[in-house]
């Protein structure tokens, strides 16, 4: 009978210390010398990790009632926007908002300076009500002033994005960073083997309250992530070859650092921020066990064109490809840049490593697994009355 584990089984091995725990480098190493079965008896946990721009993140902030107090109808922090749509007291700054005299200053810059511990300037305004007389207040917060600083992001870790390429005649400034005109570079991100969702392709360890590294802490993935999109063509080893599945997470921004999240500014595109995730995956079956054994050579990515509006596919290649330093594409040979740091990714992956080696973190089964089949839909334009 083919071997399998419960998640009853590894948490017990983790907290007596008899677990085995491989990241995903290590194990697809293995990979090369023994079967996925022989993998499910000596491997316990693989732990996944990345660390890129996720634009779609951001902080849910209660600052607390003033004396007297005020009903918080407009927000800014260090001049950035905040949504004020809450309670009073309640906001929340998304990473990609800007200052407006300071386009290169955003939400993300705020929340890395509050993680920082330093001093932010709040300033709000009210109406004025019976309850909330107050209409305006500008002062101080930092990270221990503040009740509540939670992470909460709608949208990270893509399961394997496009590769960005330039054929037309200027520079591109864009998410995927510069792309240089006449195919002169080529942008990636993801990091391929030790991505977690690529590792576990059809989430089935992954889901609603998995229990994950965010930020240098513990947090989970609360629900399926925005764009959520599992309908992706697959190569022949299951993995979608193009941007498809995403998770929603949320944590302690008080018990994170700043060394797994980062503000960043684009040139002439805007501010994003890089969030550190891990998750770890039991290896419960040999088919868990086949699929967190692939490799770079296995993980292709669609080649798209964002000098052509519409971005059309003009290739397909190989993260192994990708991480060599160079791609062939249109028959000519260009050099390649992540937007994601792979050092980085193998450090959370390593620390998650010790963190369940040491006993301090444990596997969770999820309470509901995510949907299959799922696509999207495109905002359509069409004529709307000016009465």
């Known amino acids: 009978m083919p071997k399998t584990k419960t998640y009853k089984e590894i948490n017990r091995k983790l907290k007596s210390g008899d677990a085995v725990v491989l990241t995903a480098e290590e194990v697809s190493e293995l990979a090369k010398k023994l079967s996925p079965e022989e993998i499910v008896e000596k491997v316990d946990v693989v732990t996944t990790a990345t660390f890129g721009a996720m634009c779609s993140s951001g902080a849910i902030i209660n600052f607390g009632h003033a004396d007297p107090p005020i009903r918080m109808e407009k927000i800014r922090l260090n001049g950035v926007p905040c949504y004020e749509g809450w309670a009073a007291v309640d906001s929340y700054i998304g990473a990609a908002a800007c200052n407006p005299d300071n386009p ?3 939400g993300a810059h705020v929340i890395q300076d509050l993680l920082e511990g330093k001093d932010v300037v709040l300033e709000a ?8 007389p107050r209409k305006h207040i500008k002062t101080k917060i930092n990270i221990n002033t503040v009740n509540e600083f939670t992470l909460f992001n709608p949208r990270n870790a893509y399961q394997n994005y496009n590769v960005a390429v330039n054929t037309a005649k200027r520079i591109l400034h864009t998410y995927m960073g510069t792309l240089l005109p006449n195919l002169r570079n080529a942008t990636y991100s993801t990091s391929g083997e030790l991505s977690p969702l690529i590792n576990d392709p059809e989430m089935k360890t992954i889901g609603i309250g998995t229990r994950i590294f965010l930020g240098g802490a513990q947090g989970f993935v609360v629900w399926p992530g925005t764009q ?6 697959k190569n022949e080893y299951g993995v979608p070859v193009t941007n498809a599945a995403t ?13 797994y999240l980062q503000a960043a500014y684009y040139e002439k595109y805007g501010t994003s921020m890089f969030i550190g995730v891990g998750i770890p995956i039991p290896v419960l079956n040999a088919d868990i066990a086949k699929r967190v054994s692939i490799n770079n050579s296995q993980i292709e990515s669609h080649v798209v064109d964002f000098g052509i509006v519409g971005e059309p596919k003009v ?7 990708l991480q060599s330093g160079s791609i062939t594409v249109n028959g000519k040979k260009i050099r390649t840049a992540p937007v994601a740091s ?3 990714a193998r450090k959370i992956a390593g620390e998650l490593k010790e963190w369940l080696l040491n006993g301090e973190f444990e596997v969770s089964k999820p309470v509901q697994l995510f949907p299959t089949n799922t696509s999207l839909k495109s905002l359509k334009e069409t004529e709307v009355d000016n009465d």
């Open 342 to 344: 792979l050092a980085k």
């Open 315 to 321: 290739g397909q290649v190989t993260f192994e490809q």
């Open 228 to 233: 959520f999109h599992t309908s992706r063509p």
């Open 125 to 132: 305004w009210g109406k004025g009500t019976d309850d909330y």
């Open 104 to 106: 290169s200053y955003g």
């Open 247 to 259: 998770l929603a997470v949320i944590g302690n921004l008080k018990e994170m650092s700043p060394e």
